[in-house]
């Protein structure tokens, strides 16, 4: 499925995605079918370029969990621990 073929809400969601870091490459080939080449060739095609070199850095250092072989064992959820206690805001009420 190439960039053309999704809505924008979904490229939107796929960027996101993209600047998560505990979002993995996996997630978005399985949620998208997107493998990391493509979300690469995605990225540079929609961000500026130095908001892509950012990006790259970022996936590239050892901060990123964006690959599952090199994140923490422990780490097995995509949603912050908090999340949940975010309750009163009107969005979480749709």
Do not use: Y
Not at 8 to 26: N, S, V
Not at 59 to 78: A, D, I, Y
Not at 79 to 93: E, L, V
């Amino acid at each position: 499925m190439s960039a053309k073929e999704f809505s924008p809400r979904q490229l939107d969601r796929i960027i996101e995605m993209a600047w998560e870091d505990r979002t993995p490459f996996e997630a978005l080939l399985f949620q998208f079918g997107l493998p990391e080449k493509e979300v690469i060739k995605f990225m540079r095609a929609t961000l500026k370029e130095s908001s892509f070199k950012r990006w790259r850095k970022r996936v590239n250092s050892g901060v990123s969990q964006k690959h599952l072989k090199k994140r923490n064992p422990e780490m097995t959820r995509f949603k912050c621990s908090r999340q949940k206690a975010i309750s009163g805001n009107k969005i979480s009420k749709r």
